[in-house]
């Protein structure tokens, strides 16, 4: 008699589980309006990672190392609970590093790089009356999360009430949203309308050839060759 074993059922016919989590990382910076003497620093700056609706990500989160610039002390500067962010000073721009390590050591950190802009042409940024944000949106996308990582995940609680900023950067993200879904079906559009046209030139074309064989067949000569003549037409109706 056989067996069968209820759990690989449950397992193969079980829905994966996908957890997704917006984030926002970036960096700001200020001009100090002057050169320091002590080290020729120009700009004070602040890089990090934050959960895009508020929420208290240090529930999933273990870790987030940023990986600065080698011209600083400790270029790798490791955040064990929020805020994750790095608050430094500088004089360049440079190309950051930052891993995100999670509750569940089994979950594998997500690796990914930003570059810390401290320079711009906004007047009010020069004269350093106003900051200088460099964001950019993303999501973290669980596959199959470990129970432990799924009650993390789904106890994450909002840090505070939303404020005039965190609605006013949902409504920014929200019509740059908006923008790349409208880009995407205008692309999508295009590429369809270009198979569409090669479709039918290649149907053209094969109708062409299946013609001129027919023909060469019915006028060919006994040997079935075809004269110097009967190529230039099939040569002249394919380009046509
Ligand atoms: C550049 N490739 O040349 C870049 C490097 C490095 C910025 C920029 C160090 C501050 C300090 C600092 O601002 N490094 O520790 O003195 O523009």
């Known amino acids: 008699m056989s067996t069968i074993n209820s759990e690989s ?5 079980r829905t994966p589980v996908v957890i997704i989590k917006p984030i926002l990382y970036g960096n700001t910076a200020k001009h100090l309006g002057t050169k320091r003497d002590t080290d020729g620093h120009t700009h004070k700056w602040s890089v990090y990672v934050r959960s895009y609706n508020n929420d208290d990500i240090s529930t999933y989160v273990s870790k987030v190392q940023f990986r600065l610039h080698e011209t600083y002390p400790n270029h ?10 790095v608050e430094e000073s500088g004089w360049g721009e440079f190309e950051t590093q930052i891993t995100i390590y999670f509750a569940d050591p089994n979950e594998k950190p997500v690796i990914f790089y930003h570059h810390l802009k401290l320079f711009s ?12 944000v460099n964001e950019n949106y993303d999501e973290l996308i669980f596959q199959e999360p470990s129970d432990l990582l799924v ?13 005039d900023e965190n609605l006013a950067t949902e409504k920014e993200y929200a019509v740059k949203k908006a923008d790349t879904i409208a880009r995407i079906k205008t692309a999508r559009q295009r590429v ?8 039918e030139r290649l149907r053209i074309t094969q109708e062409n050839i299946k013609r001129i064989r027919q023909r060469s067949a ?9 004269n110097t ?8 109706e394919i380009v046509d």
């Open 218 to 226: 019915d006028h060919g000569s006994s040997t079935n060759l075809l």
């Open 9 to 13: 059922i449950t397992t193969s016919t």
């Open 229 to 236: 003549s009967t190529h230039e037409n099939i040569k002249r």
């Open 151 to 163: 009650r993390l995940l789904n106890c994450a609680k909002s840090l505070a009430p939303p404020t």
């Open 76 to 85: 790798s500067r490791v955040i064990s609970q929020a805020p994750f962010e």
């Open 192 to 199: 369809r309308s270009e198979i569409q046209d090669l479709t």
């Open 121 to 132: 042409t906004d007047p009010d940024v020069v004269a350093g009356t106003k900051a200088l």
